[in-house]
């Protein structure tokens, strides 16, 4: 990295991640955020899913055909005087359950919203997760060079379905073939737009003021009254920014802009840079450590198989939660009260990757595994603690898994218990029979873990159809209600990869049903390691 400034100081590291729809823009704003980072010279760049050149990091054939990544890299680029980290969410067919962990271990989240659209399932679901630590949350509403609903309108439907309050930092100045560009409201400044320059920095063109006349020269006497009046209504009916609710995780500073076009991103980048908290602690079994402790700490929110073929290794990524990544240092990984000395930690440069000199909280650094390393793994300078908050979340979509050869049921089951504490998929065995199930959240797992199987294990499997809708993980208070329940819904009962106790229903109806039928028993969508 050519700007190695503020390296150490974490006051000015904005670690985040992007939440969004398939097709809302991740992608392309990925791109933009790098441009202005430096980190790329020239936009389009990072996956090529639509130009056929792929990431460094593709693995498999199967991403290769499908032209889809399924590393969730980081990236780190300088912008405006901080240190940024991107974390990417597999958000296409590699959607899975990476994507909802990785949420775990940023401190902000951008969410990118088609403003065409407003807000889809996906965004949804990853609110819902973002809302178990209240992350805070910044709005870029995205492809304002096409006819979008109206901005209003569109504010209403967030705050109305995601129940979270929206703050206009931007408001636009027409949509579609007459985008003229935003106001922004903190800057009383008309930032004008221009077609065409999608893929540079933009020199911009400014006006001061609200009232200029120079604006209604600039975007036409019309258009200039519509916004003055609209900036009427929108002061008046939207909440103002408020630094500590923002914090909260209950409003959201809202941007518009097109990341096509490359514009009103660095708005947003700046909106980041101020408001979004720097590296925040984490919770352990015994207290918080706060990320301005000395001693080193850090936990595991992913496990990647075989990123590059000539290394054929698996690496966890971790985020630091406090002090400092010393190459060649010593670590205690807690889980299995173990030192180990690690000298070859990975930084990810845009799809790259580099030996790693130094690393500080907010920053992940990848870990060579060798097969000890799990997910939810806290490493330390030495002391004896684990971080929590890094769960497992119940899957989505449900398979029978069965072999071609039924000899090999010991390694089938080895090989999918390892994968799932990996985080690959999650593997269920019903208390009533021998199936087994892989449950996973994206599509893309079911493949992975087959391939996976066959090339590490040895063993080849076929999928059948279940059906199975949803689990839950069960507990109770008390024991003996927990046993009665046992008995009584036996036939719905299945352990997973840790032989924790999983209810697994054939519909959302009969999940809710059993919900009313036993009060004593919790049931619960996501599970801590
Ligand atoms: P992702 O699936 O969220 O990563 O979305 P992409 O970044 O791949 O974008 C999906 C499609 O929308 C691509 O064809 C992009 O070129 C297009 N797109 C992204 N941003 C804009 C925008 O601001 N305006 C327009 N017109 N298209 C956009």
Redesign the pocket.
Same mark, same amino acid.
């Given at each position: 990295m050519a700007e190695k400034n503020h390296l150490s100081d974490i006051s000015k590291r904005r670690t985040f991640a $992007?939440i969004?729809?398939?097709?809302?823009? @991740? &992608? &392309? $704003? &990925?791109?933009k955020v790098l441009l202005f980072g430096r980190a790329l010279q020239k936009a389009g760049t990072v @996956?090529g @899913?639509?130009s056929g050149q792929h990431a460094k990091s593709d693995w498999m054939e199967m991403e290769k055909e499908r032209g889809i990544s399924v590393t969730t890299s980081v990236m780190q680029f300088p912008y405006a005087d901080h240190l940024v980290n991107l974390l990417d969410t597999p !958000?296409?067919e590699d959607f899975s359950e990476d994507t909802y962990r990785t949420l775990t271990a940023v401190d902000s989240c951008l969410m990118?919203i088609?403003a065409a659209k407003g807000v889809e399932a996906r965004t949804r679901k990853l609110m819902e997760v973002t809302r178990l630590r209240d992350t805070p949350i910044i709005t870029f509403m995205? @492809? /304002?060079?096409?006819d979008i609903r109206d901005p209003m309108e569109l504010l209403d439907e967030v705050e109305t379905e995601l129940n979270i309050a929206c703050a206009p930092i931007t408001w636009p100045i027409g949509s579609g073939k007459s985008f003229k560009g935003v106001y922004h409201l903190h800057r009383d400044e008309t930032i004008l737009y221009q077609s065409g320059q !999608?893929h540079t920095i933009q020199p911009v063109r400014i006006i001061k003021g609200l009232d200029n006349p120079e604006l209604d020269g600039a975007v036409g006497s019309d258009l200039a009254q519509t916004l003055r009046d609209e900036l009427e209504l929108v002061v008046g009916a939207s909440n103002e920014f408020d630094q500590e609710l923002f914090m909260a995780g209950e409003i959201t500073p809202v941007f518009f802009? &097109?990341? /096509? !076009?490359n514009?009103g991103v660095d708005h947003m980048l700046d909106g980041l840079v101020e408001w979004a908290p720097a590296p925040l602690g984490r919770e352990t079994e015994d207290g918080r450590i706060e990320a301005d402790a000395a001693a080193f700490s850090g936990f595991v929110f992913k496990i990647q198989a075989n990123m590059d073929p000539k290394h054929r290794d698996r690496i966890a990524f971790c985020r630091i939660v406090s002090g400092k990544y010393e190459k060649g240092m010593k670590m205690k990984h807690t889980r299995i009260g173990k030192d180990v000395r690690i000298a070859d930690a990975l930084t990810f440069l845009a799809g790259d990757r580099a030996l790693l000199e130094e690393a500080y909280a907010g920053d992940i650094i990848g870990l060579h595994n060798h097969g000890t390393i799990r997910i939810g793994d806290t490493f330390t300078a030495g002391e004896n603690f684990r971080f929590t908050g890094i769960p497992n979340f119940a899957p989505e979509l449900f398979k029978r898994i069965r072999l071609r050869d039924p000899l090999k049921q010991k390694q089938l089951l080895k090989g999918l218990i390892q994968l799932s504490e990996e985080g690959a998929v999650q593997v269920f065995r019903p208390l009533v029979n021998n199936d087994l199930i892989v449950g996973a959240v994206g599509v893309l797992q079911f493949d992975v873990v087959v391939a996976r199987l066959k090339s590490e294990y040895n063993v080849e499997a076929i999928y059948e159809h279940i059906s199975v809708n949803t689990a839950r993980w069960v507990y109770s208070e008390d024991p003996r209600k927990l046993d009665e329940f046992r008995r009584k819904a036996e036939h719905n009962l299945a352990l997973d990869g840790g032989d924790n106790l999983t209810y697994i229903a054939p519909t959302m109806v009969n999940l809710q049903l059993a919900r009313e039928r036993y009060p004593d028993i919790q049931f619960t969508h996501t599970r801590e390691h």
């Open positions: $992007i969004s729809h398939p097709d809302a823009g @991740k &992608t &392309t $704003i &990925t791109e @996956k @899913k639509k !958000g296409h990118v088609d995205n @492809k /304002l060079d096409r !999608g802009g &097109t990341a /096509l !076009g514009f």
